[in-house]
């Protein structure tokens, strides 16, 4: 069964501008998470979708949003970046809900300048 | 507090030696603990998980339980150079949907 996939691995972008990240889970699982990790803060967490709803976010400003499609692959949106979002974006995909076991993909990492 | 500590490292022991790192967590409806390995540049991987209180052995990885202490640890014995990562703690807590938590990591060094 292949794994959770994420594009693209790396991004550099400028301040002000805006990025979208994508992730595709395992098959099967229903709950897609999305995390920031920096070398700073760890491992935080941002939201988690299920079924084309979130049902839970992170303490993270507005600039963050996302989605998540039909076919539970989703999308996690910054607007107006600043330089402190420079960090590794990580989605994990689970069966049911976000306290079951999350397999992480590879991660995107995001450079921002 | 943060919701979720480990011990700091990093944390040295020789090849074949019990590695044992430690987790304790502050939300008391927490439901599922995870152990996850972390190589350097590279993403999380999920190599344990725990739901209910006592040991639970895998290999040679065993998780520990303790829900009335809020405490949960790992121990790696045999430990191989190849164990050399940072190992994240993630506690589970169930609200509308529900989320990981995540520990700030314990680097282990496994020395020939």
């Known amino acids: 069964k292949a794994g959770v996939t994420q594009t693209p691995r790396y991004l550099i972008k400028t301040r002000g501008q805006q990025v979208t990240l994508s992730c595709s889970p395992i098959s099967g699982h229903r709950s897609v998470s999305w995390y920031q990790q920096t070398p700073g803060q760890g491992l935080q967490f941002l939201f988690e979708y299920f079924s084309e709803t979130q049902r839970n976010k992170g303490n993270f400003p507005g600039r963050f949003s996302g989605r998540q499609f039909s076919n539970s692959r989703s999308e996690m949106n910054v607007s107006t970046l600043e330089l402190g979002d420079s960090a590794l974006y990580l989605c994990?995909?689970?069966?049911?809900?976000?306290?079951?076991?999350?397999?992480f993909g590879p991660g995107t990492r995001l450079t921002v300048t | 507090q943060k919701e979720v500590e480990q011990n700091s490292g990093p944390l040295s022991v020789p090849e074949g030696a019990i590695a044992s790192l430690n987790c304790t967590y502050s939300d008391r409806v927490s439901q599922s603990f995870f152990w996850y390995r972390q190589y350097s540049g590279k993403s999380p991987e999920l190599i344990m998980s725990i739901y209910s209180n006592g040991d639970k052995e895998d290999g040679r990885f065993t998780a520990q339980l303790n829900k009335a202490s809020q405490y949960v640890s790992l121990l790696i014995r045999d430990s191989q150079p190849s164990d050399s990562a940072t190992y994240l703690c993630a506690v589970g807590v169930y609200n509308q949907g529900g989320k990981l938590i995540f520990g700030q990591g314990t680097e282990l060094s496994v020395k020939p």
């Open positions: 994990a995909s689970s069966h049911q809900t976000g306290v079951d076991e999350q397999y």
